[in-house]
């Protein structure tokens, strides 16, 4: 059986929440999204992992993205 994205759209909040199992790129858990118009947060709840993220969705499928936060 395939793991699915599992969303809410908040329509009159111009909001959607997804969760995307297995989708933590630190520890491989759950991955929360929150999408608006003007930005994407993801948050994990086993490794707490928070970034602000870039979200495609597009022919089926939804791409997220964790740009870099800086140059060391």
């Given at each position: 059986?395939?793991?699915?994205?599992?969303?809410?759209?908040?329509?009159?909040?111009?909001?959607a929440?997804l969760?995307?199992?297995?989708?933590?790129?630190?520890?491989?858990?759950?991955?929360?999204?929150?999408?608006t118009?003007?930005?994407?947060?993801?948050?994990?709840?086993?490794?707490?992992?928070?970034?602000?993220?870039?979200?495609a969705?597009g022919?089926?499928?939804?791409?997220?993205?964790?740009?870099?936060?800086?140059?060391?």
């Amino acid at each position: 059986m395939q793991d699915m994205i599992r969303g809410t759209i908040h329509r009159g909040e111009a909001r959607a929440d997804l969760s995307v199992p297995g989708g933590c790129p630190l520890c491989g858990g759950p991955l929360d999204l929150r999408v608006t118009p003007s930005s994407a947060f993801t948050y994990c709840g086993h490794c707490r992992w928070i970034s602000r993220s870039f979200v495609a969705v597009g022919n089926g499928s939804v791409e997220v993205g964790h740009p870099p936060g800086g140059v060391a």
